[in-house]
């Protein structure tokens, strides 16, 4: 082939990945910043006799929003599996986008009382029943778009995508903490990155319309109606809540070192709020890097060695690790502490969504994902920061947050052993295809 077409190829590939990742970029953009800025949150929305009290509420609403991605999931994910994924996406950002605009323009709870909290929780459920689809949407689009032999490669970009949106929320969050004093980041500070995420709506959605539908699904004769899929879905459920715990431990890992680092770095470890910042900015760095070797690396040697490794290092290393960072809280060690953390994220994760991508029947492949995703983010991942202050605040161990991350990995690891158990039984391949033996 010449070099010019394979050039050309190359090209219109990596515009696909951008303009597929862009969506995605922006929903973990809000929700980053949703929990950075939580105690500033909870200052204008949540006002409580107690911190703590105000916190937890702000933080229930964050994982609010995770109880309506499952809804969101079979809707709209069935939905973009009947009607295609260029479609189905762009209307997943619709939605998303109106959410996030809804939490910006919100007056406090001195303007309008009672309604500021309401109309903060309807943006957060928005953001959640659009987000329910976009991963599951971009994964599987990414997947469907790879060439052969290197889909862990590929589906490495849509959490890629998050990374680099944690880099620039973290990085706006640091200079508004060196430009502005903590009374006007309380005051309305914090609200300038939610804006700025608002502004750069009209262009991802330019990326976004400029998506061509993926040939796999071109070829695909059967698209089922919603009744359908969920019939499909609910005789694959052994595949669907296997791939539920699989993903926990990635859904755990992210959130703790991501979203609710900065608020433990601050409240628990009492470093400085741009410690803390600049912490989460160089973590999001290591997940960027680690996150498409992960993927590669799955490529080469199977999904299935690199996930029981992973998992095994997180349960048995995560507690021990927060501990020592606990009893000797400083900026190096936060930062040496998350970076392993990272490691270990990165590498799994990159394995673990193109074997998400692999494990979902073809005709519900959006839906299945998708569900699968939004439930491990409900019970697990949306809930770390709320369950991490309530670990520490009733145990009095301020590496408390390590049990839980464990306990997401011990779920993930029986379900690998799970899944692969009923691979080798269907005569599949560990290393990629179909490990589930899902109901085709």
């Known amino acids: 082939m010449p070099v010019t077409t394979e050039t050309t190829a190359f090209r219109a590939r990596a515009m696909a990945i951008l303009r597929v990742t862009s969506g995605n970029f922006l929903e973990q953009f809000d929700f980053f910043l949703f929990g950075f800025y939580a105690t500033y949150i909870a200052h204008t929305f949540?006002?409580?006799?107690?911190?703590?009290?105000?916190?937890?509420?702000?933080?229930?609403?964050?994982?609010?929003?995770?109880?309506?991605?499952?809804?969101?999931a079979v809707v709209l994910g069935a939905w973009i599996d009947k009607v295609g994924r260029r479609k189905g996406l762009i209307v997943t950002l619709s939605i998303m986008a109106a959410g996030t605009f809804m939490i910006v323009l919100v007056p406090g709870y001195q303007s309008i009382g009672l309604w500021a909290p309401l109309l903060v929780l309807c943006g957060r459920l928005l953001q959640g029943f659009s987000a329910g689809a976009e991963l599951g949407g971009v994964s599987v689009y990414l997947a469907e778009i790879a060439t052969p032999g290197r889909k862990g490669f590929y589906t490495s970009w849509q959490s890629g995508s998050q990374q680099v949106s944690i880099m620039v929320a973290a990085l706006l969050g640091f200079t508004l903490n060196e430009m502005m004093g903590a009374d006007t980041l309380q005051a309305w500070g914090w609200r300038i990155p939610f804006v700025v995420g608002c502004l750069i709506v009209p262009f991802i959605f330019m990326l976004r319309r400029q998506l061509t539908e993926t040939q796999e699904y071109e070829q695909r004769d059967n698209h089922l109606?919603?009744?359908q899929a969920m019939s499909t879905l609910l005789q694959n459920w052994r595949v669907v809540v296997a791939g539920m715990l699989m993903v926990a431990m990635t859904t755990t890992a992210f959130y703790l070192i991501t979203v609710y680092a900065p608020t433990f770095g601050k409240k628990v470890l009492l470093l400085s709020a741009s410690d803390s910042l600049l912490v989460t900015l160089l973590v999001a760095i290591s997940n960027f890097i680690w996150l498409?070797?992960?993927?590669?690396?799955?490529?080469?040697?199977?999904?299935?060695?690199?996930?029981?490794?992973?998992?095994?290092?997180?349960?048995f290393t995560s507690w021990p690790a927060l501990t020592v960072l606990a009893h000797a809280p400083s900026f190096s060690m936060m930062l040496i502490v998350l970076l392993w953390l990272s490691f270990i994220y990165g590498i799994y994760n990159g394995a673990m969504i193109p074997a998400l991508t692999e494990i979902m029947p073809g005709e519900v492949r959006v839906a299945g994902f998708s569900l699968a995703y939004s439930l491990a983010t409900a019970l697990?991942?949306?809930?770390?920061?709320?369950?991490?202050?309530?670990?520490?605040?009733?145990?009095?161990?301020?590496?408390?947050?390590?049990?839980?991350?464990?306990?997401?990995?011990?779920?993930?690891?029986?379900?690998?052993?799970?899944?692969?158990?009923?691979?080798?039984?269907?005569?599949?391949?560990?290393?990629?295809?179909?490990?589930?033996?899902?109901?085709?």
């Open 380 to 440: 697990f991942g949306g809930f770390t920061p709320a369950v991490s202050t309530a670990l520490i605040q009733y145990t009095g161990d301020k590496a408390a947050p390590g049990y839980w991350m464990s306990f997401a990995a011990i779920c993930a690891l029986l379900a690998t052993l799970y899944l692969y158990h009923r691979a080798s039984s269907h005569g599949w391949s560990s290393r990629h295809s179909h490990p589930s033996g899902a109901t085709r």
């Open 225 to 227: 109606p919603l009744k």
């Open 292 to 315: 498409p070797i992960g993927g590669m690396i799955s490529d080469r040697f199977g999904r299935k060695p690199v996930l029981i490794a992973m998992t095994l290092l997180a349960i």
């Open 46 to 72: 949540f006002p409580a006799e107690s911190e703590f009290a105000s916190l937890m509420m702000t933080f229930a609403v964050f994982g609010a929003g995770f109880l309506m991605r499952p809804i969101g």
